[in-house]
C-alpha cells in the first residue's frame, strides 16, 4: 500500500525586534530608496540576546504540532534545516527535540543553505514513504544575523531572523507531497558562503582580524543563478507529476529579492500575484523564508484544502531545488492536546538526565 506524506501542521517564529531600512541609514551608507528598489525588503526582524536558532526553531515547532493536534512523543524525527546552527556539532536539531519533549524522535541538521527547507521536506518525505517514520517534524531556522558583515551594505540590507517549520504524517489517502526535485553544482561554491569556522579555516586572531567569519556573496552572479534555476526547477517538479503549471493555486518562492521572484515569474509566463511574497517584512530569512510565507499565506486564506502549491528556492552550495504540494491540513477527529504543556515536562527531564550523568560520573571516577 502506497504511503503518502501530508503537511498538517505548521508554525513560525520569528524575533520581536524589527530593523527597519530607516534605522539601518544610521549606521550603513545605503538608503531606503536604494534597498527597497533593489530588493523590495522595507524591514527585517532581528534577534534578541535570547533568542538562538534553536529557541525560534522550537517556538514554530511547537506551534506546528499544535496546528496538527499532535503531542511532541508522537514524533519519529526532527530535521532541523539551517546554515546558522547553534553549534557545528551537536545538532541544533537536537537541542530543539529536547526543548519540545520529542522523547521518541531521531534528529539531525540539514545543511544545503537557503534551500535546506525543500531538502529537509524532501527527506522526510521520503522517511515517510519508506516506511522508517510515520511523523516528521520538518523545520527552517535561521539568526543570519549573527554571521552577518553590518558594515558591508551588499549583504546586511538583505537577511533577516527566524523559523518555520511543517509537521508531516503518513497517510494511505493520496495527496501531500506529490514531488521534489534537488539539485546542485558545487563549481559555484565560492559564490555565496562563509569562508571560516570549519576545518579548512579554523577560527584564529587572523580570521577574525580579517572578518572571515562573515557571509559573503557575488551578488551579481548569485542573481543570474537564481533567475535561470527558479524556472527550471519549477518546471521540472510539476513535469515530474504531470501537474500543468495552471492547476497549481500559488507559488511560494524563496523569498530572497523581489526582482528575483519577479524574473522568474516572466520565466515561467505566471501573473506575479500568483506568488506569496512577504520579503518586504521579513528580508531573507533562508531556510525560513518558505514555511513563513506559506504559514502567512494561511492566514490570508490563499491555500486552502485540496490546493496545489509549489515551494521552489535556491541557495549556497550552489543549490535548487523544489517541491508540488497538494495542500491537506490537519487530519481531524482526535481529541484535544496541547503540546506547548511538554515545554516544562521536557526542561525537567533534561535537567534530571543531566543530574544523571553527573552521579554516574561521580561514582565511576570520570
Same mark, same amino acid.
Given at each position: 500500500?502506497?504511503?503518502?506524506?501530508?503537511?498538517?501542521?505548521?508554525?513560525?517564529?520569528?524575533? #520581536?525586534?524589527?530593523?527597519?531600512?530607516?534605522?539601518?541609514?544610521?549606521?550603513?551608507?545605503?538608503?531606503?530608496?536604494?534597498?527597497?528598489? @533593489?530588493?523590495?525588503?522595507?524591514?527585517?526582524? $532581528?534577534?534578541?540576546?535570547?533568542?538562538?536558532?534553536?529557541?525560534?526553531?522550537?517556538?514554530?515547532?511547537?506551534?506546528?504540532?499544535?496546528?496538527?493536534?499532535?503531542?511532541?512523543?508522537?514524533?519519529?524525527?526532527?530535521?532541523?534545516?539551517?546554515?546558522?546552527?547553534?553549534?557545528?556539532?551537536?545538532?541544533?536539531?537536537?537541542?530543539?527535540?529536547?526543548?519540545?519533549?520529542?522523547?521518541?524522535?531521531?534528529? %539531525?541538521?540539514?545543511?544545503?543553505?537557503?534551500?535546506?527547507?525543500?531538502?529537509?521536506?524532501?527527506?522526510?518525505?521520503?522517511?515517510?514513504?519508506?516506511?522508517?517514520?510515520?511523523?516528521?517534524?520538518?523545520?527552517?531556522?535561521?539568526?543570519?544575523?549573527?554571521?552577518?558583515?553590518?558594515?558591508?551594505?551588499?549583504?546586511? $540590507?538583505?537577511?533577516?531572523?527566524?523559523?518555520?517549520?511543517?509537521?508531516?504524517?503518513?497517510?494511505?489517502?493520496?495527496?501531500?507531497?506529490?514531488?521534489?526535485?534537488?539539485?546542485?553544482?558545487?563549481?559555484?561554491?565560492?559564490?555565496?558562503?562563509?569562508?571560516?569556522?570549519?576545518?579548512?579555516?579554523?577560527?584564529?586572531?587572523?580570521?577574525?582580524?580579517?572578518?572571515?567569519?562573515?557571509? *559573503?556573496?557575488?551578488?551579481? #552572479?548569485? %542573481?543570474?543563478?537564481?533567475?535561470?534555476?527558479?524556472?527550471?526547477?519549477? =518546471?521540472?517538479?510539476? #513535469?515530474?507529476?504531470?501537474?500543468?503549471?495552471?492547476?497549481?493555486?500559488?507559488?511560494?518562492?524563496?523569498?530572497?529579492?523581489?526582482?528575483?521572484?519577479?524574473?522568474?515569474?516572466?520565466?515561467?509566463? $505566471?501573473?506575479?500575484?500568483?506568488?506569496?511574497?512577504?520579503?518586504? @517584512?521579513?528580508?531573507?530569512?533562508?531556510?525560513?523564508?518558505?514555511?513563513?510565507?506559506?504559514?502567512?499565506?494561511?492566514?490570508?486564506?490563499?491555500?486552502?484544502?485540496?490546493? =496545489?502549491?509549489?515551494?521552489?528556492?535556491?541557495?549556497?552550495?550552489?543549490?535548487?531545488?523544489?517541491?508540488?504540494?497538494?495542500?491537506?491540513?490537519?487530519?481531524?477527529?482526535?481529541?484535544?492536546?496541547?503540546?506547548?504543556?511538554? *515545554?516544562?515536562?521536557?526542561?525537567?527531564?533534561?535537567? $534530571?538526565?543531566?543530574?544523571?550523568?553527573?552521579?554516574?560520573?561521580?561514582?565511576?571516577?570520570?
Amino acid at each position: 500500500m502506497a504511503r503518502y506524506a501530508h503537511i498538517t501542521g505548521w508554525g513560525m517564529g520569528v524575533p #520581536e525586534k524589527v530593523l527597519t531600512n530607516c534605522e539601518l541609514m544610521q549606521t550603513v551608507d545605503t538608503t531606503d530608496e536604494w534597498i527597497r528598489s @533593489r530588493t523590495g525588503i522595507t524591514e527585517r526582524r $532581528i534577534a534578541a540576546n535570547e533568542d538562538t536558532t534553536a529557541s525560534l526553531a522550537a517556538e514554530a515547532a511547537i506551534q506546528a504540532l499544535r496546528t496538527a493536534n499532535v503531542k511532541p512523543d508522537q514524533v519519529d524525527l526532527v530535521i532541523v534545516a539551517t546554515s546558522s546552527p547553534e553549534h557545528i556539532f551537536p545538532a541544533t536539531a537536537c537541542i530543539v527535540q529536547d526543548r519540545i519533549g520529542a522523547v521518541n524522535a531521531g534528529a %539531525f541538521d540539514l545543511l544545503a543553505a537557503c534551500t535546506g527547507f525543500i531538502f529537509a521536506l524532501n527527506m522526510g518525505t521520503q522517511s515517510i514513504r519508506s516506511g522508517s517514520a510515520d511523523t516528521v517534524l520538518v523545520i527552517g531556522a535561521e539568526t543570519l544575523s549573527r554571521i552577518i558583515n553590518w558594515k558591508d551594505r551588499e549583504t546586511c $540590507i538583505l537577511f533577516g531572523d527566524g523559523a518555520g517549520a511543517f509537521l508531516l504524517q503518513a497517510s494511505d489517502e493520496p495527496g501531500g507531497v506529490l514531488s521534489a526535485v534537488m539539485r546542485s553544482d558545487g563549481s559555484g561554491a565560492d559564490l555565496l558562503s562563509l569562508p571560516a569556522g570549519g576545518s579548512r579555516m579554523p577560527a584564529s586572531a587572523q580570521s577574525v582580524q580579517n572578518g572571515d567569519h562573515y557571509l *559573503r556573496m557575488n551578488g551579481r #552572479e548569485v %542573481f543570474r543563478f537564481a533567475t535561470r534555476v527558479m524556472v527550471s526547477a519549477t =518546471k521540472e517538479v510539476l #513535469e515530474a507529476a504531470q501537474v500543468k503549471k495552471e492547476d497549481v493555486k500559488l507559488f511560494v518562492p524563496h523569498q530572497a529579492n523581489s526582482r528575483i521572484i519577479e524574473a522568474a515569474a516572466r520565466g515561467l509566463d $505566471i501573473p506575479l500575484d500568483r506568488c506569496m511574497l512577504n520579503l518586504d @517584512r521579513y528580508g531573507n530569512t533562508s531556510t525560513a523564508s518558505i514555511p513563513i510565507a506559506v504559514c502567512e499565506a494561511l492566514e490570508k486564506g490563499r491555500l486552502t484544502p485540496g490546493d =496545489k502549491t509549489v515551494f521552489v528556492g535556491f541557495g549556497a552550495g550552489l543549490t535548487w531545488g523544489s517541491c508540488l504540494v497538494q495542500w491537506t491540513g490537519p487530519f481531524t477527529g482526535k481529541k484535544r492536546v496541547h503540546p506547548e504543556r511538554y *515545554r516544562l515536562l521536557a526542561r525537567v527531564r533534561s535537567l $534530571i538526565l543531566r543530574l544523571v550523568r553527573r552521579i554516574e560520573g561521580i561514582i565511576w571516577g570520570r
